[in-house]
């Protein structure tokens, strides 16, 4: 394909965004996505979950892989999850079968290439937990070999040392990737960066990357904002300050916008800063755009995601976390 060709797929693909994307802009509510009628019950699992009882929790997911299932890519994810969680009576093999039925039957899903990684790590547990059996079973041989042997004690004995040694060398890098993959779902983030430039936003806890995700912003990207009503992002240190789950746009998270130094440069210009800045999902009733929604800057100075997202977002970032808007 020719670089005319190109250029003229880019723009009918631009143009195609911007037709599905003027009802989200224009209209209320008036379509409906299966993702959010099955809201109640993603809140009934969870709440399952968070107390204890797995098995609840699975019946629920059941049930919506029954009902929607069109979210059953969501669903197989967080099923993996619960089975492979160590609070759990952790059954990997279930887990595995829930990751790459998602990869198998969705490819296209924007779980897919976590259920890899997930695949990766617990395959390594797996593969170090069978190493460990194997080892325990060579230092009991070894310790019934030193009863009988009273003459070579002392080479077994050192033998036996180091072979507990790296039994504990590899107790430790299991616990190390059994917290990793807990802390990579769970979180929390203690750091939210959004980089206006690469329309990227990023959650990490401890200076390690937990997510990222692509993100649409105002419809005036370009500078920090200034006053009310100029669709600008702001650019500068915040905090999430509180949130709103019944929101116009799915779910939110309010940013601490405007800071001091926003207040006083409003001052200066004789205007009023704005506020009720954002991170939010899509609009209701347009969920079923999805990432499509990046390919146009259309909020009103907020940071957009998807409602799976923002879902997500919610779960990892509490009240207090500190957000970084970089131009």
């Given at each position: 394909?020719?670089?005319?060709?190109?250029?003229?797929?880019?723009?009918?693909?631009?143009?195609?965004?911007?037709?599905?994307?003027?009802?989200?802009?224009?209209?209320?509510?008036?379509?409906?996505?299966?993702?959010?009628?099955?809201?109640?019950?993603?809140?009934?699992?969870?709440?399952?979950?968070?107390?204890?009882?797995?098995?609840?929790?699975?019946?629920?997911?059941?049930?919506?892989?029954?009902?929607?299932?069109?979210?059953?890519?969501?669903?197989?994810?967080?099923?993996?999850?619960?089975?492979?969680?160590?609070?759990?009576?952790?059954?990997?093999?279930?887990?595995?079968?829930?990751?790459?039925?998602?990869?198998?039957?969705?490819?296209?899903?924007?779980?897919?290439?976590?259920?890899?990684?997930?695949?990766?790590?617990?395959?390594?547990?797996?593969?170090?937990?069978?190493?460990?059996?194997?080892?325990?079973?060579?230092?009991?041989?070894?310790?019934?070999?030193?009863?009988?042997?009273?003459?070579?004690?002392?080479?077994?004995?050192?033998?036996?040392?180091?072979?507990?040694?790296?039994?504990?060398?590899?107790?430790?890098?299991?616990?190390?990737?059994?917290?990793?993959?807990?802390?990579?779902?769970?979180?929390?983030?203690?750091?939210?960066?959004?980089?206006?430039?690469?329309?990227?936003?990023?959650?990490?806890?401890?200076?390690?990357?937990?997510?990222?995700?692509?993100?649409?912003?105002?419809?005036?990207?370009?500078?920090?904002?200034?006053?009310?009503?100029?669709?600008?992002?702001?650019?500068?240190?915040?905090?999430?300050?509180?949130?709103?789950?019944?929101?116009?746009?799915?779910?939110?998270?309010?940013?601490?916008?405007?800071?001091?130094?926003?207040?006083?440069?409003?001052?200066?210009?004789?205007?009023?800063?704005?506020?009720?800045?954002?991170?939010?999902?899509?609009?209701?009733?347009?969920?079923?755009?999805?990432?499509?929604?990046?390919?146009?800057?259309?909020?009103?100075?907020?940071?957009?995601?998807?409602?799976?997202?923002?879902e997500e977002i919610d779960r990892l970032v509490p009240n207090g976390t500190t957000v970084e808007i970089r131009p």
């Amino acid at each position: 394909m020719g670089k005319t060709q190109r250029r003229m797929v880019k723009r009918l693909n631009f143009l195609f965004v911007c037709i599905i994307m003027a009802p989200m802009l224009l209209c209320g509510c008036s379509l409906f996505h299966e993702g959010h009628r099955a809201k109640s019950t993603f809140t009934e699992a969870n709440v399952f979950f968070s107390q204890g009882d797995y098995e609840a929790s699975l019946t629920k997911y059941q049930q919506i892989i029954e009902k929607y299932p069109t979210v059953a890519d969501r669903v197989l994810f967080e099923m993996g999850i619960i089975y492979s969680y160590a609070g759990n009576a952790q059954d990997y093999q279930k887990s595995l079968e829930c990751f790459q039925q998602l990869i198998n039957d969705h490819p296209e899903s924007g779980y897919r290439k976590d259920s890899e990684m997930m695949i990766f790590n617990i395959n390594n547990v797996i593969g170090k937990d069978q190493t460990i059996a194997m080892q325990q079973v060579q230092i009991e041989a070894l310790r019934q070999e030193v009863q009988s042997k009273g003459g070579e004690l002392i080479t077994l004995q050192r033998k036996l040392e180091a072979l507990e040694q790296e039994l504990k060398s590899k107790e430790n890098e299991i616990n190390f990737l059994k917290k990793e993959v807990f802390v990579l779902q769970n979180g929390p983030a203690n750091k939210i960066l959004i980089e206006k430039k690469d329309r990227r936003l990023t959650l990490s806890a401890k200076g390690k990357v937990l997510k990222t995700y692509q993100i649409a912003l105002g419809g005036n990207p370009i500078g920090p904002k200034e006053r009310q009503g100029d669709n600008k992002t702001p650019e500068g240190t915040y905090v999430i300050d509180s949130r709103n789950r019944d929101s116009r746009y799915y779910l939110s998270l309010h940013i601490s916008y405007p800071n001091e130094k926003d207040k006083k440069r409003a001052k200066q210009l004789g205007v009023a800063p704005g506020g009720d800045i954002m991170i939010h999902g899509i609009k209701d009733g347009f969920s079923w755009v999805g990432d499509l929604h990046t390919e146009v800057d259309w909020t009103k100075g907020c940071i957009a995601v998807t409602d799976e997202e923002i879902e997500e977002i919610d779960r990892l970032v509490p009240n207090g976390t500190t957000v970084e808007i970089r131009p």
